[in-house]
């Protein structure tokens, strides 16, 4: 096939000592930008952006989109020793992650979640080489309806089966999107909620009050106990790679599900994040554990990392070949690819196959180069669970800092950081789910704007949503999750053998 | 568990922060709800207006604030169950204090000599190690950041009069 010949082109132009050493130089420094809250990989490529001028395009695009592979893998690595997400889209890892860590099987769940990663983002590769074309014509066929059916529906099949006191799931929510609301009306150009502040301008933004809730609620928590509590005692297993991959082709109908949901909500602009939060709640929904999702299960970890990594990557695919980024970060590598003169779009294809094709076969080598470097420093990873507690609490909190202010450079960021950091103690005492709520606060914005300007367009008709079949099933789709666990719930009810009616009664 | 009852002292019950964070939540909403009223939050001819959705969300917020509200003053009498004890409660405060102050040092000195300050004397009198390992600890965490932000990727964090004296 031609495509074949133009990847193993691809791959001899790659295969250079030169490029090789870029790679895992780029991997290294993308791990250490995703470790740290509130870099960001988006913010790491820009910052780096200048470093690659002096390179020629195929080996700065390398280099650069292994930067990217490193910062998805590092984003990993803190939400599941230190309950904070490095990056929007690990927020969906902490879940079940973090639990896994404290009970002492961090090599667990770092080698599944690196694994799951790889996984998505090889099947995104793969989906990239192969149906590019055809993939970039269905990106183009997202408007606002669209969008928002999509938000909708990650929505819909985030919330549904969770336990306890549902109006303070509710409420969790509101606080979210009512957080999400705060600042510049997108369409009116208005003010909103924000009361005279000007430091509220921009809004809160969904990674402060993560690393705040998250991050610093987690430090708050621990506390309690007092710093006798000494670290987590973890095992330095260097076997652990190996027995955690023993256990994970059980969950091979989770991975496809999650690489599905990841490669297609990467194509559309919609993001890592909700592939995420979607994978999550559908794997929840699906999976015979499902109620013990929260309390570490590896395969809650298993899901939402294949699908943001496949998500991430297939961002890329609408970048190169409409010119249209599916993410922030690959927004970045778009201005990289147009200050190099090369022209993204289908054309690009033809006129720079080395390029193009150099860029592709890098994906394969550098998810591969990635899996290498991140599984061998496992074990070691899992060993600064190991640093006792009175040395390590500060460490976070001066980092969270750092994380909080480098978001928009602002004081006021760090103050609500540690505000947040409050709330998230009083609330995860008080069984008031945080999850909900930062889903509502990252995806709300979005969700009303794509809605707002859907009813622009439609002049306030709301079947709009129906109005052709890829937003209608989306919609449709959206609801039936929704409803779903009341109706499965009537349904045994309703089913259940008379003798145990009886004895309930 | 003499000793343990002893050394609780006071304590909160969850009831108790139910029925406040409830009241507070609820008057969030309120806030939410006012605000938007004023915003306009009517569906005009071209779909919601900008206080629509807030409008709609500051009123959740209190419908569902509300319902916990009242369960919990329901059950005021009745549970028992600890949201805090004193003792931990001082736990958490011995790092929420000096973190406050912490950022509070950002603010004015930058983010180098008071993360330094607070690590050194975090380990120092809550972890209980010896002055010479909580300084090197702090001092270590402090110039890596450094290291990292100011020189080699060239981000700017807060900074104050000593990073001025050496220039940056």
């Known amino acids: 096939m031609e495509e074949l010949n133009a990847l193993f082109h691809g791959f001899s132009v790659v295969l250079t000592p030169h490029n090789l050493l870029l790679m895992f130089v780029g991997i290294t420094l993308g791990v250490i930008i995703g470790v740290l809250p509130g870099l960001g990989g988006a913010n790491g490529v820009a910052i780096l952006l200048p470093l690659t001028f002096t390179m020629s395009p195929t080996s700065a695009i390398i280099m650069l989109s292994c930067i990217y592979w490193g910062a998805l893998f590092g984003g990993a690595i803190t939400s599941i020793l230190f309950n904070i997400p490095g990056e929007p889209w690990s927020v969906a890892t902490t879940f079940d992650g973090y639990p896994m860590a404290q009970q002492g099987r961090a090599g667990e769940a770092l080698t599944g979640a690196f694994t799951s990663s790889f996984v998505g983002a090889l099947v995104a590769v793969l989906l990239f080489t192969f149906l590019a074309p055809l993939i970039a014509n269905f990106a183009l066929q997202f408007g606002p309806p669209e969008f928002f059916s999509v938000y909708l529906l990650t929505f819909c099949s985030f919330i549904g089966t969770g336990k306890g006191n549902p109006f303070k799931i509710l409420a969790a929510m509101m606080l979210g999107f009512a957080m999400a609301a705060v600042g510049i009306d997108i369409i009116t150009g208005g003010l909103r909620l924000t009361f005279g502040f000007t430091e509220l301008l921009s809004g809160f933004h969904f990674l402060v009050a993560v690393i705040g809730l998250f991050g610093i609620g987690e430090i708050l928590l621990s506390m309690e106990e007092g710093l006798s509590f000494s670290g987590h005692t973890a095992k330095i297993n260097p076997k652990i790679v190996l027995e955690t991959w023993a256990k994970l082709p059980r969950y091979w109908a989770t991975s496809l599900r999650s690489c599905i949901i990841g490669c297609w909500m990467g194509i559309i602009p919609g993001g890592a994040t909700p592939a995420s939060f979607m994978s999550y709640g559908v794997a929840r929904k699906a999976s015979r554990n499902g109620d013990k999702f929260g309390t570490g299960q590896l395969e809650g970890v298993v899901a939402p990392e294949t699908a943001a990594h496949a998500a991430g990557t297939s961002a890329l695919l609408p970048m190169i070949t409409l010119g249209i980024p599916g993410s922030p970060t690959a927004a970045v590598l778009l201005g990289g690819l147009l200050i190099w003169g090369l022209q993204p779009g289908p054309l690009l294809f033809v006129e720079q196959k080395d390029f193009v094709w150099g860029l592709i076969a890098s994906m394969y080598l550098g998810n591969i180069a990635g899996l290498i ?125 008379s003798g145990t009616r009886g004895a309930s009664t | 568990m003499e000793n343990a009852k002893d050394r609780a002292g006071r304590a909160v019950r969850v009831v108790t922060m139910d029925v406040i964070v409830a009241a507070l939540i609820f008057a969030l909403g309120a806030v939410v709800v006012y605000e938007s009223y004023r915003l306009g939050s009517r569906w005009g001819a071209d779909g919601p207006d900008a206080g629509y959705f807030p409008f709609y969300i500051g009123l959740l917020i209190c419908i569902s604030s509300g319902v916990v509200l009242v369960q919990s003053l329901f059950r005021l009498k009745r549970e028992s169950k600890i949201f805090v004890r004193q003792d931990q409660f001082m736990q958490v405060l011995v790092i929420l204090v000096p973190a406050t102050i912490y950022v509070l040092g950002i603010e004015y000195i930058g983010i180098y000599v008071p993360s330094l300050v607070f690590i050194g004397l975090f380990m120092r009198f809550a972890g209980k190690y010896s002055g010479l390992r909580s300084a090197v600890v702090g001092l270590a965490v402090s110039a890596i950041a450094f290291m990292l932000f100011e020189v080699w990727f060239k981000i700017p964090l807060p900074k104050g009069p000593f990073e001025k004296l050496i220039g940056f």
Do not use: H
């Open chain 1, 373 to 497: 470097v991140v599984l061998t420093m496992v074990p070691f990873f899992a060993a600064i669970l190991r640093v006792p507690f009175p040395i390590i609490a500060p460490i976070i909190v001066v980092i969270c800092a750092i994380g909080a202010y480098t978001v928009k450079n602002n004081m006021f960021d760090v103050w609500m950081m540690v505000a947040f950091g409050a709330i998230g103690y009083v609330f995860k005492k008080l069984d008031y789910p945080l999850a909900p709520m930062v889903l509502a606060l990252v995806l709300g914005d979005a969700a009303e704007s794509s809605f707002r300007q859907a009813m622009l367009i439609s002049q306030g008709d709301l079947t709009v949503f129906w109005s052709n079949w890829l937003v209608g099933s989306l919609t449709t789709l959206a609801l039936a999750l929704l409803v779903w666990p009341l109706f499965a719930a009537l349904l045994a009810r309703l089913t259940a053998p």
